[in-house]
């Protein structure tokens, strides 16, 4: 039952942050682009 879980749960996390990635970089570039960035101190 657990491992059912984790196979179907690991792909679906990693297609989600996919889908939020694509539209960060159509909708939200900027923050998009901060991803690459080194944080300021």
Known sequence: MV???LV???PAVF???V???LWLR???PEVYA???T???E
């Open 3 to 5: 491992n059912t879980v």
């Open 26 to 28: 159509r909708s939200r």
């Open 38 to 40: 080194e944080p300021n």
């Open 19 to 21: 889908a939020l990635a």
């Open 8 to 10: 179907a749960l690991v």
């Open 15 to 17: 297609l989600l942050g």
């Open 34 to 36: 901060g991803f690459a």
